[in-house]
């Protein structure tokens, strides 16, 4: 069984930078693509990167040169750093298994001054 658990979220004001953490277990986490999203109230959820086991990434428009996905395939963690943080940033954001169809349980980021 997948589980995917996020960490590292929080407050931060506008400009400022935060790192969310997923560490993954129940899958051969370095065979398969990961990916980020995110849910702002009120809204859908949406892509914000992902990765492919080879290490390509890509993302949404909205916050490319600014965020920053990777992974570490000796640890089964898949990171996203994010910098110059905008208000509308804030969301929960969610860890996703594409393959696996699994989520984490999401972990909050607001950006408020």
């Known amino acids: 069984q997948v589980q995917l658990v996020e960490s590292g979220g929080g407050s931060v004001q506008p400009g400022g930078s935060l790192r969310v953490s997923c560490a993954a277990s129940g899958m051969i986490f370095r065979f398969y693509p990961m990916a980020w999203y995110r849910q702002a109230p009120g809204k859908q959820r949406e892509l914000v990167a992902e990765?492919?086991?080879?290490?390509?990434?890509d993302y949404a428009d909205s916050v490319k040169g600014r965020f920053t996905i990777s992974r570490d395939n000796a640890k089964d963690t898949v990171d996203l750093q994010m910098n110059s943080l905008k208000p509308e940033d804030t969301a929960v954001y969610y860890c996703?298994?594409?393959?696996?169809?699994?989520w984490g349980q999401g972990t909050q980021v607001t950006v408020s001054s």
């Open positions: 996703y298994a594409p393959r696996q169809a699994s």
């Open positions: 990765i492919t086991a080879g290490g390509n990434t």
